[in-house]
């Protein structure tokens, strides 16, 4: 039994909530250190997606063929594979040229650290399109793209080019022009 009165227990359980509410909304701010390993794990990734350019080069991207043709075979996705078979082979240089462009531009926008987040989001979205075609392919592990969409959404979810990375001198600028145009505005975001 309790010596408090139920005003006292009602004006304190008030007082807790009101502060786990501040403490659940507070921000949360990266230490130095934390952001130098991000800046880290960002230049890593980058660097990752520029190697896998080496294999596919272009004019003719004979090494993403066969990965095209087994996404076609192998897809989760029901249509994928009349997609893949119908338009993307058909159509193969063009798809090469794409999904080239798209990797080196992931690549150097995660290794130099400018606009980052778009890079990021780049690499999400490329990792979900493997993920789709080859996760249950024989001979694949279907964690590695897996973890390379994770990877993506953490380095989106950051500004991890803000810290050795052309962002930090790209950010600023765009915050400062954002109030005035939209446009800016999400440029600013993907910094």
């Given at each position: 039994?309790?010596?408090?009165?139920?005003?006292?227990?009602?004006?304190?359980?008030?007082?807790?909530?009101?502060?786990?509410?501040?403490?659940?909304?507070?921000?949360?701010?990266?230490?130095?250190?934390?952001?130098?390993?991000?800046?880290?794990?960002?230049?890593f990734?980058?660097?990752?997606?520029?190697?896998?350019?080496?294999?596919?080069?272009?004019?003719?991207?004979?090494?993403?063929?066969?990965?095209?043709?087994?996404?076609?075979?192998?897809?989760?996705?029901?249509?994928?594979s009349?997609?893949?078979?119908?338009?993307f082979?058909?159509?193969?240089?063009?798809?090469?040229?794409?999904?080239?462009?798209?990797?080196?531009?992931?690549?150097?926008?995660?290794?130099?650290?400018?606009?980052?987040?778009?890079?990021?989001?780049?690499?999400?979205?490329?990792?979900?399109?493997l993920?789709?075609?080859?996760?249950?392919?024989p001979?694949?592990?279907?964690?590695?793209?897996?973890?390379?969409?994770?990877?993506?959404?953490?380095?989106?979810?950051?500004?991890?080019?803000?810290?050795?990375?052309?962002?930090?001198?790209?950010?600023?600028?765009?915050?400062?022009?954002?109030?005035?145009?939209?446009?800016?505005?999400?440029?600013?975001?993907?910094?």
């Open positions: 039994m309790s010596v408090f009165s139920s005003a006292h227990r009602q004006k304190r359980s008030a007082s807790t909530v009101s502060t786990d509410s501040a403490a659940t909304t507070a921000p949360i701010t990266l230490s130095e250190r934390s952001s130098m390993g991000l800046a880290l794990i960002r230049i990734v980058g660097y990752l997606w520029l190697q896998q350019l080496s294999w596919k080069l272009p004019p003719d991207f004979k090494g993403l063929h066969s990965y095209v043709v087994r996404e076609g075979l192998y897809t989760i996705v029901p249509g994928y009349y997609v893949i078979q119908h338009i082979l058909p159509n193969f240089i063009i798809l090469g040229a794409c999904v080239w462009t798209a990797e080196l531009l992931a690549s150097l926008c995660l290794i130099f650290g400018i606009f980052t987040r778009f890079g990021a989001l780049l690499t999400v979205l490329l990792a979900t399109q993920y789709l075609g080859l996760a249950f392919a001979g694949e592990w279907y964690w590695t793209y897996g973890m390379l969409i994770l990877l993506g959404l953490v380095l989106a979810s950051v500004p991890a080019g803000r810290r050795l990375g052309f962002d930090q001198f790209i950010a600023p600028r765009l915050q400062a022009r954002a109030r005035s145009n939209r446009f800016v505005r999400v440029l600013s975001w993907l910094a």
